[in-house]
């Protein structure tokens, strides 16, 4: 009998260590898989957001770039046509204001001889 007792105690002994060993292997396995999909899931959400994060800020840098390179550019062209402007104008001024006092001389010097010329006819 102490040896029945003896085995069935074994038996027991035997199977609540399996039924125990299983349960917890089972469940470190799930927290394993547990931890790898979160990890997996959260290493992809990361990857995504930074990936719209990229575009977006780069998007933004380029569009702010392209404006202050365009803006400096109209204001140099708009400089050079206002200068080249101004330029064509003022030497359009000088070259009227450059016939018209020779059209004064002209007048003048002719007036000059014709009084010149009626002095003369009134001395003689």
């Known amino acids: 009998m102490k ?3 003896f085995a069935l105690l074994l038996g027991a002994s035997m199977v609540a260590s399996v039924t125990a060993g299983c349960s917890s292997k089972t469940a470190s396995t799930t927290e394993k898989a547990t931890e790898k999909v979160t ?23 380029t569009e702010k770039a392209t404006e202050a390179v365009t803006e400096k550019s109209t ?14 104008e003022t030497e359009e001024a000088t070259e009227v204001i450059t016939e018209a006092e020779t059209e004064t001389e ?10 010149a010329a009626e002095t003369e006819t009134e001395t003689e």
Request: aromatic share 0%.
């Open 3 to 5: 040896r029945k007792l």
């Open 75 to 88: 204001e140099a062209a708009t400089e050079k046509a206002t200068e080249k402007e101004t330029e064509t």
């Open 106 to 115: 002209v007048e003048t010097k002719a007036a000059a001889t014709e009084k």
């Open 39 to 61: 990890e997996k899931v959260t290493e992809k959400a990361t990857e995504k957001a930074t990936e719209k994060a990229t575009v977006k800020a780069t998007e933004k840098a």
